[in-house]
């Protein structure tokens, strides 16, 4: 399995869950690789060739964030670049009301299913004329259609009732309208799930409201980047929220949440949204029970109220969550 702590808190959010995945029973051979400033500082260059080699080996990796930075300087995301490589088309982000998190609503129980691999991440941006900068949108009915078949799937999969597509067809009617026309050809196909849709900014109002209502999000690329994020806060924050890249060969799995630089190196970051994109990866390389062990420990722990970092609004460090559940594991 290739394991990349990336930048930032990385290295210190990925150390706590590979020890945490080891101690619930996970057997891994981890295949340790660099990327992103990590490896930019070393090699110079973000993507070396060697990363690139393990995941196609070993087909399931295990990542922290990677630094982009914003703006012109330096080099294009990381993130995106891996994506493309590997067709990680499918991007799942579960969100959940967790025990003894304070959060104005409870009973929140949500997939957003973002589409990974094009709408204005594509990068392909230019200046026209000084002062004017075109940045340019690709849909495909291609990766419509998947991601569409995708989340149907999954619903169907873990039992949700609901499919709601996210857009802002009324102004792109040429891109968003050809990913709703997607939506709803692959929604004929699964009569058993109800389907809808949403404009993106009533969408959001809605989630904030009453997001309990929500099941399965789908969503184009930019859409669901922000609306994640949007929905990590009705939990309790990025600290928590796990997510994992799908493709057809290779599936990567990674927190929501980025390098934190204002926390990074001070061994305060909340490990947990590392350890419950674990908990995915074990599933998805077939070892439930180890993901069941680590799930319920964390949710133990979450639910003591005791061991929690500041995020949370506690006081404890990295390390301290990871000796806690290494405990609750050891019962
Ligand atoms: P961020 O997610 O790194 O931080 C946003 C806020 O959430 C900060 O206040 C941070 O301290 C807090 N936070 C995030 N994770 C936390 C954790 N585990 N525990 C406690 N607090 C946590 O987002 P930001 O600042 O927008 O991005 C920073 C860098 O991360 C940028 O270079 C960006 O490109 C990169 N990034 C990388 C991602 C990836 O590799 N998948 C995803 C998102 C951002």
């Not at 300087?73 to 025990?99: C, E, H, M, Q, W």
């Not at 949700?160 to 968003?176: F, G």
């Not at 709803?184 to 209502?213: F, T």
């Not at 690329?221 to 994992?244: E, F």
Request: charged residues 25%; aromatic residues 6%.
């Amino acid at each position: 399995m290739t394991l990349i702590p990336g930048d930032g808190i990385g290295p210190e959010v990925i150390a706590a869950a590979a020890r945490v995945m080891e101690a619930a029973g996970g057997r891994f051979r981890w295949d340790v690789q660099k990327a992103g400033k990590a490896a930019f500082d070393e090699c110079g260059t973000p993507i070396p060739d060697a990363l690139i080699r393990s995941i196609r080996r070993n087909r399931v990796g295990f990542k922290g964030p990677l630094e982009t930075q914003v703006g012109r300087v330096g080099y294009r995301s990381v993130n995106v670049a891996l994506r493309k490589t590997f067709d990680l088309y499918a991007n799942v982000r579960p969100i959940r009301t967790l025990p003894g998190v304070r959060s104005p609503f409870s009973g929140v129980d949500l997939i957003v299913v973002r589409e990974n691999t094009e709408d204005v991440y594509s990068g392909i941006e230019h200046q026209i004329a000084p002062g004017v900068v075109e940045s340019v949108k690709v849909i495909t009915a291609r990766a419509s259609r998947r991601i569409a078949r995708y989340a149907f799937e999954l619903a169907g999969r873990e039992r949700r009732r609901r499919v709601t597509s996210i857009h802002k067809a009324n102004i792109m009617k040429l891109s968003d309208g050809l990913f709703l026309a997607c939506a709803r050809q692959v929604a004929k196909r699964h009569a058993r799930i109800k389907y809808d849709e949403l404009i993106v900014d009533n969408a959001c109002m809605q989630l904030v409201l009453r997001p309990q209502e929500f099941d399965v999000l789908l969503l184009e690329n930019l859409y669901g980047d922000i609306v994640s994020d949007l929905c990590a806060g009705l939990v309790g924050g990025l600290g928590l929220v796990p997510g994992a890249n799908i493709g057809n060969r290779v599936a990567i799995f990674e927190a929501v949440h980025g390098t934190a630089p204002d926390i990074a190196g001070k061994g305060v970051a909340n490990p947990l949204a590392a350890i419950f994109s674990g908990v995915m990866l074990l599933r998805h390389v077939g070892q439930p029970a180890a993901a069941d062990r680590l799930e319920r420990a964390a949710l133990r722990l979450l639910a003591e109220r005791r061991t929690r970092t500041r995020d949370l609004g506690g006081t404890a460090t990295t390390a301290q969550v990871t000796e806690r559940l290494e405990a609750l594991l050891s019962r």
